[in-house]
């Protein structure tokens, strides 16, 4: 007897993003997050023709929208949503995650907190002792700020690089502005001091920790199970 080959790591996000579908119900306002996990869900919501309408988080989700079809909201449209769902980057085991490597970690986060459910689809790999070592914290600031905030988090004992595409120019996010990655050697001792402590250095618009946000994730392992997890339960 062989062993079974395990998953690819898209293969699981694939699982991951359907077993999020069976959360969705027909006439609900989603939130709609980013990247390639969430690309699964909205294929599969399509798919199954679900009577849905979303706030994209970014220019690239509302593009894949409109191609499949999937109704399209704007925050200011609505009071507040049924659901949103989102990847993440990393995830420690309180459910704080870390979200940005997409750079749509704004608008994810004005999502996630109009919502009144946040799951998060991702691989079980993503999920971490302590948040900002392997994957760097993405910090989203205004151009003028990019310098002394990258003093600021220097100081403080982060390794900062601002995000480039390759050896060309910044990458500017959906909102007009450059991104700083932010690595912490050993971690992030304690997300919710650190996503106050950078949220109070003027210049930045938002950071990409999510500190009591995650309300249940849905984590995909190499055998394509799925793990459930809720904050507080284990
Ligand atoms: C985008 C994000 C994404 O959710 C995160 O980068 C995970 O992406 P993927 O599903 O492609 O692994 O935060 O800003």
């Given at each position: 007897m062989t062993a079974e080959e395990p998953l690819t790591i898209d293969a699981r996000k694939?699982?991951?993003?359907?077993?999020?579908?069976?959360?969705?119900?027909?006439g609900m306002?989603?939130?709609?997050?980013?990247?390639?996990?969430?690309?699964?869900?909205?294929?599969?919501?399509?798919?199954?023709?679900?009577?849905?309408?979303g706030v994209p988080t970014s220019e690239a989700t509302e593009a894949y929208c409109r191609e499949l079809d999937l109704?399209?909201?704007?925050?200011?449209?609505?009071?507040?949503?049924?659901?949103?769902?989102?990847?993440?980057?990393?995830l420690d085991h309180a459910l704080t995650a870390t979200k940005g490597g997409g750079g749509a970690l704004l608008r994810e986060?004005?999502?996630?907190a109009m919502s009144e459910r946040f799951v998060v689809i991702a691989t079980t790999d993503k999920l971490v002792d302590r948040l900002g070592h392997s994957f760097p914290l993405p910090i989203e600031v205004v151009p003028f700020a990019a310098g002394p905030v990258t003093r600021r988090l220097r100081e403080r004992g982060y390794d900062v690089q601002l995000r480039t595409a390759g050896e060309g120019p910044a990458v500017v996010t959906d909102n007009g502005n450059p991104l700083l990655d932010a690595r912490m050697v050993g971690g992030i001792e304690d997300?919710?001091?650190?996503?106050?402590?950078?949220?109070?250095?003027?210049?930045?618009?938002?950071?990409?920790?999510?500190?009591?946000?995650?309300?249940?994730?849905?984590?995909?392992?190499?055998?394509?199970?799925?793990?459930?997890?809720?904050?507080?339960?284990?």
């Open positions: 694939r699982a991951a993003a359907l077993a999020a579908l069976e959360l969705i119900q027909d306002q989603l939130g709609l997050g980013t990247g390639s996990t969430v690309e699964h869900l909205l294929g599969a919501i399509a798919e199954r023709g679900l009577d849905v309408a109704r399209v909201l704007h925050p200011s449209e609505v009071e507040s949503l049924d659901l949103a769902i989102d990847g993440a980057d990393e986060k004005v999502v996630a997300p919710a001091v650190e996503e106050l402590w950078i949220a109070a250095l003027p210049g930045v618009v938002e950071c990409g920790l999510f500190v009591d946000l995650v309300d249940h994730a849905l984590l995909a392992d190499e055998d394509g199970r799925v793990l459930s997890l809720e904050p507080g339960v284990s």
